[in-house]
């Protein structure tokens, strides 16, 4: 295949891309499988738009993630501290093989099995809340504390211990550029925050991932004090963001769909098929975590120099034409498998069956309760976290 070298890519208004990112992706997909944009942080990227591309860039070994091959004077990103910084996200093998390998075996399926109950349980403590108040904001009220409370569970953190772990995603994934020092609260908390946890299981452990975490670092010291650190953050992070957005976003994509709702509410044992599709038709993140090329690559004709910065666009892949029929439209009868929100390949996410068990429980237990569920202002009216890289409801009020 002859490689091309592709013309500046028209700009694109941010708003649009916060409001409406698969109108706009669609246009970039159309226009060419490959644009050099300007990425998150303002610096050069490579955007790759197409299914096919997007699927075997997520599984090629020559694109990287440790930030170490980034070229000098490209990708800058969050700078978070070694201890925070340590994590899956950041690793290549023999590093990522090797840590991997030793959280699976506390990550086990039994042990996500068994917050099956745990989980219902706490999606009707939840609902109980609300049931009395006939409308409420699903994104405060169920959606995101479900999550905090599940991965809180998992980790053994205590009730007393559950601090604003929202507030803290936030910072970190659209920080106010007003407001530059709320970053660097946020670290220094978070560092405080896990440093004592750490000691507190150490002291007493329990029956719970962060303690058998800890038995595999303080066994002949296979995880470093900052890689064990990092995957305390990294499990609370990723466990909070993904699921809050992709419960939010199912919940608006059925409420705005009211055939396929009722199509679910009257066969609810399609609703394992119907996450796949609504992971699919409006996931949690629009874009995968950046790349770095290890040598000069090409990608749908494009060369791409190495080292330069790889964004792989999950939303673009999920609505191309030639991998899924009438893309745009939602059809939880849809044979979604091979759809990208939770990854592929090597970095495939590790938590993605508890995600996908959390939004099954979740709706399931919510449609059940409100059979009545509607939205209590027009979709056009709803606001979205601004942030490329996380596709998420600020608020999502409804009526019941």
């Avoid at 050069?44 to 070229?71: E, F, H, I």
């Avoid at 569970?153 to 604003?164: I, K, M, Q, Y």
């Avoid at 993904?242 to 608006?252: E, F, K, P, R, S």
Wanted: proline share 9%; aromatic share 4%; hydrophobic share 45%.
């Amino acid at each position: 295949m002859s490689t091309t070298t592709p013309g500046p890519t028209p700009l694109v208004d941010p708003a649009e891309l916060i409001a409406d990112p698969y109108a706009v992706y669609a246009r970039l997909r159309e226009a060419g499988p490959v644009h050099r944009i300007s990425g998150t942080d303002g610096l050069p990227a490579w955007l790759v738009m197409r299914y096919d591309d997007v699927r075997q860039a997520l599984a090629d070994p020559r694109l990287c993630l440790d930030k170490r091959n980034a070229k000098p004077g490209g990708y800058r990103g969050l700078a978070l501290p070694p201890a925070l910084d340590a994590n899956l996200l950041n690793m290549d093998p023999p590093d990522h093989t090797r840590i991997r390998r030793l959280v699976s075996r506390a990550f086990t399926p039994r042990r996500i099995a068994q917050l099956r109950e745990p989980i219902r349980k706490t999606a009707d403590h939840l609902l109980d809340a609300i049931a009395p108040l006939g409308r409420a904001d699903l994104i405060a009220s169920y959606a995101a504390p479900l999550p905090i409370t599940v991965i809180c569970d998992l980790l053994g953190v205590a009730p007393s211990e559950r601090h604003d772990f929202r507030s803290w995603t936030d910072a970190l994934v659209a920080p106010d550029p007003e407001r530059p020092e709320r970053t660097k609260e946020t670290v220094r908390a978070m560092l405080g925050f896990f440093a004592q946890l750490i000691a507190d299981k150490r002291a007493a452990p329990a029956d719970d991932l962060l303690s058998a975490m800890i038995a595999v670092r303080d066994d002949e010291d296979r995880l470093s004090e900052d890689e064990l650190t990092s995957l305390a953050f990294l499990i609370l992070f990723a466990g909070y963001e993904n699921t809050v957005h992709l419960i939010g976003n199912a919940t608006l994509a059925l409420l705005s769909h009211p055939g396929q709702l009722a199509a679910l509410r009257a066969d609810p044992g399609r609703l394992g098929g119907a996450v796949e599709e609504l992971a699919r038709y409006d996931g949690p993140a629009p874009l995968a975590i950046r790349r770095f090329p290890t040598e000069d690559i090409t990608i749908g004709g494009v060369r791409i120099p190495a080292g330069e910065t790889v964004l792989l666009c999950l939303a673009a892949a999920h609505r191309d034409p030639h991998r899924f029929t009438e893309p745009d439209r939602l059809d939880i009868g849809r044979d979604a498998t091979g759809h990208l929100a939770l990854g592929h390949g090597i970095h495939y996410c590790l938590g993605a069956p508890l995600a996908r068990m959390e939004t099954e429980i979740a709706l399931a237990a919510l449609l059940d309760r409100f059979p009545r569920l509607a939205l209590d202002i027009p979709p056009s009216e709803l606001s979205r976290r601004p942030a490329m890289r996380a596709r998420g409801l600020l608020a999502l009020p409804v009526v019941y």
